[in-house]
């Protein structure tokens, strides 16, 4: 695979910052997409989620920003504010080496009085869902005349939610000679139809568009009762993370509360939670102070959490293409993963597609161990400060060793957001680090913490 340092005219402060990040190889469609995008072609890419994609159009995005203007360079298109905050939060490592590239994001569950005053301050990338850019568009908090890229992510799950006409509205406030990236994991006719409306003489790409059948192993299981079965798998199975999806929200959150009742470290997102909720439980997962995670396919796009070694569907997707976006949450990168499938005798006809590719297995030749349990050695600690008030990782790691004389062993990984930074503690230690915040500085500064649910 091609090195990131064959990209034309790429700083040596960005490949340093890739270096660091354990970027030094280029995934296929980074290797494909990335100096087309820089000569300013047109893209029309399929691409399955893992990829790679957020860097193949992030990367050149953020090489391109001209930070001395401070009008909006590039806007990405997400169908989720899951993806759009995965996707910011990606970008903001890379542009670590740009000082002063300003991101940010517009979506619904956060007030647009907020985002409007963010935005008269000025920014370079903007990442947004349809509906919340068109509430900015209509109240004329944003104009976007100064847009030079324009990127549709995950287009397919976009005009599968019925935004055709938002993407095409947004794109006429552009200027005509806006360059356009179109990533979609599969090509249907409607992407067709939206590439023929948007893209100019597109370069076409198409790469990983089939899951790696040898990555995921998938099997499913027959069972007149899924409660039962689900907390066989688990005993037998015994996942370090586990994701599992239902059809509804009232089957999360009831099958969260049968989980956690019976022992295990368990959180849920669903669409009923606010951003804060929804964003806290996606931490909570990837920094393994829960260790299952319990989903509606709010998260089946744009979750982007390393390792996940099982994903189960309890409740069968309605779609080919929803179940292909689910287990793809696990065998990412290089990793290879698991996916568990329940159904019962009426579930036959809609699982038809699944018993073709994937294994059947009987739950009689599991080897259950009753007294296993998910349990997490780590809880997270919040604190009420984070980039706004320039707290850093270093900051929170040097006074928890120095001044509460923590074990670094003892700190898990630790996740910083505009407003809140979210520290995973070992469970042994996280009660002294509570106690002790309450009359311990963090860079002369004192901040209420508290322990995430």
Excluded at 42 to 71: E, H, V
Excluded at 117 to 145: C, F, M, N, V, Y
Excluded at 250 to 265: K, M, P, W, Y
Aim: aromatic share 6%; charged share 30%; proline share 3%.
């Amino acid at each position: 695979m091609a090195k990131f340092n064959t990209i034309k005219e790429i700083p040596d402060a960005l490949l340093n910052t890739l270096d660091t990040m354990g970027f030094t190889s280029m995934s296929e469609i980074q290797e494909k997409a990335i100096d087309p995008i820089l000569d300013e072609r047109d893209i029309l890419a399929q691409s399955k989620t893992g990829s790679g994609k957020t860097l193949a159009f992030g990367l050149p995005c953020i090489m391109r920003t001209n930070t001395k203007n401070y009008k909006p360079q590039t806007i990405i298109i997400t169908p989720t504010r899951e993806l759009a905050e995965q996707i910011a939060v990606e970008l903001r490592k890379i542009a670590a080496y740009k000082p002063n590239l300003k991101i940010l994001t517009l979506y619904g569950g956060v007030p647009l009085r907020a985002q409007a005053e963010s935005l008269a301050k000025g920014a370079h990338i903007l990442i947004g869902t349809p509906g919340r850019i068109q509430d900015h568009l209509a109240k004329e908090t944003l104009t976007l005349e100064s847009i030079k890229t324009l990127v549709l992510d995950e287009a397919d799950r976009m005009l599968d939610m019925g935004f055709y006409d938002e993407i095409v509205k947004i794109g006429s406030n552009m200027p005509r000679a806006k360059q356009t990236l179109l990533f979609s994991a599969t090509f249907p006719e409607k992407i067709e139809k939206l590439a023929k409306a948007l893209l100019k003489q597109p370069l076409t790409i198409k790469v990983d568009t089939l899951i790696e059948s040898a990555k995921i192993n998938e099997i499913v299981y027959e069972t007149s009762d899924k409660v039962n079965t689900l907390t066989k798998l688990i005993q037998s199975y015994k996942p370090e993370s586990l994701l599992i999806f239902c059809n509804t929200k009232a089957e999360v959150i009831s099958l969260t509360d049968t989980l956690a009742l019976r022992g295990h470290s368990v959180i849920d997102i669903h669409g009923d939670l606010d951003q804060r909720d929804r964003n806290e439980s996606v931490i909570a997962f990837s920094n393994a102070s829960k260790r299952i995670l319990v989903a509606t396919d709010v998260a089946s796009r744009g979750l982007d959490i390393k390792n996940i070694e099982v994903v189960i569907n309890y409740d069968l997707p309605f779609e080919q293409e929803i179940y292909t976006h689910r287990i793809g949450r696990t065998g990412r990168a290089d990793a290879t993963g698991t996916a568990l499938s329940l159904f019962t005798a009426n579930d036959r006809e809609k699982c038809s597609y699944i018993l073709s590719k994937a294994e059947k297995k009987e739950m009689k030749d599991l080897r259950v161990d009753a007294r296993f349990k998910m349990i997490s050695e780590y809880d997270t600690l919040c604190l009420n400060g984070g980039k706004k008030t320039k707290l850093r990782a270093g900051d929170i790691l040097g006074t928890f060793c120095k001044e509460i004389s923590i074990d670094p062993k003892m700190i898990g990984k630790i996740n910083i957001t505009d407003t809140k930074s979210y520290v995973a503690l070992h469970h042994t230690v996280i009660d002294k680090v509570f106690k002790a915040l309450k009359k311990t500085t963090i860079k002369k500064k004192k901040y209420i913490s508290w322990i995430l649910n």
